[in-house]
């Protein structure tokens, strides 16, 4: 038995040792097999892809940083700043990286006064911004939310305070309806950048040009961004630079905005819902453009709250509202020196043509009369006493001997019905409606009637017209034909740069469009200037009473646009109606008379008669800018100068 046992318990070596080499070989084959899928491994990120690995671990540590350029700064023709750039700070923060955001907010309220609506910004800014950027939370930080924010930032990693360029428009509302403003990019303006294949110039830029001379030259204000390569640590912070690109900084440019005379104009419309443009007539010039009332650019930059852009919106004097470029009026008599013009021209009379006024215009074929302002009418007329002293029914008959085809086809000549081409963007201009059988069929589905020309005769019926038309067809007449557009550029400061001088010599002819207008004969000029000479300084002139005393001479032509139809035997009586229902005073001027050198179109919204209001204001305007403060004059003649009805 035990021999048996023995002989039981014997290992055999030799199983054991093939077993173990078996096991040896395949662990040796899996360390083999592992080895060669971490030297493949090694191999793809070492040489293969290399270049993908490696620029997708210094994207780890290395950040490009835009900078938004400088934007160009806005004077005036005397160099008088108009738009600049203040230094503020803002507060960042960047959200792909804070763990709890609600909370750090409760945190900053305490800190940096951190307000519900400074988040409710936030919160729409951030869909604006790429994945692990700074997002703005609180702009205009003060010295004391600065330092408290200094204290404790260090329980804020992801959150930094930066400097940068504030816009600020020192004169306020005064120049809104010019210089328009800047605002935050939105979802139109990246498209907008994105069609014209700018998005990369404004990567680091918040604020883009959203309305007049900010919007029109945005490219030349903008400038060009710059970049910064920099090493950043896990938390965001920079380590150390390794790249620096300088931005371009934007153009200044100057406009040709008087800015004395601008605040003038404002101060004297002040409390009117009203707009004056006044243009250098020797070469397009526009030398002052007011509407009021107005509104304070500064409030949109950066973005305006809901509850104040309602304010504005609703107020019912519509501040909002460019009334010198957007503001469609009845012309009234304005027109008439240009009416007289075409039917020299076309023959429809001479300069020895006379008709008798009775007070009354009766339509042949018809017993549909029209109405001369001056009830007994103005005797025998003339085509210089019909200027003089506006008379209306004269132009009845010579609208209806012209004919509506003529009359659109002259006063086009003259600008109306189209946009003046005044460097601002072409949605804040309208071209108002020079009226015509076309445009009654389109507009109305109703053919033109003969009775529709008879009111276009002084600038009513369908006509409406904006001040800076009216503007433009006065230069156009004083230059006998000639016309410039109107312009807010007088040069940028690359142009003082290139001509060596403080100031750049400007071609006016640059600015010249060509007419055929220059074929009129200049007598018939002549004539008209004449008439509106008389308007101010003859005898019966609607308007002498106003200009009584001058110390200059000048030219004009009054215009009182009814807002409402009068019935039949229906006697206009400003007292007995509502404001909003009264007739709009018009003013057209020029001076001096020889050697003009400004040009005015005026609206009163619902300012009454012509001659005697938009007149007095006329001549407030040209005193101070023709006499200086020596014009007290003025004020004794516009204050004597009555209530009349006068065109």
């Not at 060669?36 to 490009?64: C, H, M, P």
């Not at 203040?86 to 909370?103: A, F, R, S, V």
């Not at 990369?200 to 910064?228: C, F, P, Q, W």
């Not at 215009?361 to 103005?378: A, F, I, V």
Request: hydrophobic share 35%; charged share 25%.
């Amino acid at each position: 038995m035990s021999s048996k046992k023995k002989k039981g318990n014997i290992r055999d070596h030799s199983a054991e040792t093939n077993l173990f080499l078996r096991r040896a070989l395949f662990a040796f084959v899996v360390i083999i097999l592992l080895l060669s899928v971490l030297l493949g491994n090694l191999a793809d990120l070492q040489i293969s892809n290399f270049s993908y690995y490696s620029t997708k671990s210094n994207n780890n540590r290395i950040e490009i940083i835009p900078i938004p350029p400088s934007r160009g700064m806005i004077y005036d023709r005397n160099g008088t700043p108009l738009a600049i750039n203040n230094i503020t700070y803002q507060l960042n923060i960047i959200p792909d990286k804070t763990k709890n955001l609600k909370e750090q907010f409760e945190q900053l309220k305490k800190i940096v006064d951190l307000t519900d609506e400074d988040i409710e910004n936030f919160y729409k800014e951030r869909r604006n911004y790429r994945a692990h950027r700074p997002v703005p939370l609180k702009e205009n930080l003060t010295n004391d939310q600065i330092a408290r924010f200094v204290v404790d930032q260090h329980r804020f990693p992801f959150v930094s305070i930066v400097k940068i360029q504030h816009r600020y428009y020192p004169y306020g509302a005064s120049l809104t309806h010019i210089l328009g403003y800047i605002s935050k990019i939105n979802s139109q303006d990246k498209k907008r950048l994105e069609d014209e294949n700018k998005t990369s110039n404004y990567v680091a830029t918040l604020n883009i040009g959203k309305m007049g001379i900010e919007r029109y030259y945005e490219d030349v204000l903008h400038g060009t961004a710059g970049y910064e390569k920099v090493e950043v640590n896990s938390r965001g912070r920079i380590v150390r630079m390794l790249e620096q690109h300088q931005p371009q900084a934007g153009e200044d440019i100057y406009l040709s905005i008087n800015l004395k005379l601008q605040l003038f104009i404002e101060q004297i419309l002040a409390g009117r819902k009203a707009a004056v443009v006044a243009i250098d007539p020797n070469n397009g010039e526009v030398l002052a453009m007011v509407s009021s009332p107005s509104y304070d650019s500064n409030d949109f930059v950066g973005g305006i709250s809901s509850a104040k852009y309602n304010d504005l919106l609703n107020d019912p004097n519509k501040p909002l509202f460019n009334r010198a470029l957007l503001g469609a009026y009845p012309p009234a008599s304005t027109v008439k020196p240009f009416i007289s013009i075409a039917a020299l021209s076309e023959g429809v009379v001479t300069p020895k043509t006379v008709v008798n006024d009775p007070g009354w215009w009766q339509l042949p074929g018809t017993e549909k009369r029209y109405r001369d302002w001056l009830k007994w009418g103005h005797g025998r007329v003339d085509v210089l006493k019909a200027i003089e002293e506006s008379v209306d029914t004269y132009f009845y008959q010579v609208a209806y001997d012209l004919g509506i085809d003529r009359l659109n086809d002259w006063m086009t000549k003259f600008g109306y019905g189209e946009r003046t081409g005044i460097d601002i963007s072409s949605n804040e201009e309208t071209r108002a409606v020079m009226p015509s059988r076309e445009w009654k069929i389109k507009r109305h589905k109703k053919s033109w009637l003969q009775g529709d020309t008879i009111p276009v005769g002084i600038g009513q019926g369908y006509w409406t017209a904006t001040p800076m038309q009216m503007a433009k067809a006065l230069t156009i007449l004083i230059n006998n034909g000639k016309t410039y557009t109107p312009h807010f550029l007088l040069y940028k400061k690359s142009d003082i740069i290139n001509s060596n001088e403080n100031k750049p010599d400007i071609d006016p002819q640059s600015f010249e469009q060509p007419n055929d207008l220059i074929d009129v004969k200049a007598n018939y000029w002549q004539l008209a200037k004449e008439g509106m000479h008389r308007v101010m300084f003859g005898s019966h002139g609607t308007a002498r009473k106003v200009y009584a005393g001058a110390q200059y001479q000048a030219a004009g032509k009054s215009g009182t646009a009814q807002v409402y139809g009068l019935k039949e035997n229906e006697t206009y009586n400003a007292h007995r109606i509502p404001e909003h229902l009264r007739d709009h005073a018009l003013f057209v001027a020029y001076a001096p008379y020889d050697k003009p050198k400004i040009a005015l179109a005026i609206v009163l919204e619902n300012g009454g008669g012509g001659s005697s209001n938009g007149g007095a204001v006329a001549r407030k305007i040209l005193d101070y800018y023709l006499l200086g403060d020596n014009s007290s004059e003025s004020d004794d003649a516009s204050s004597n100068s009555g209530q009349g009805n006068e065109d």
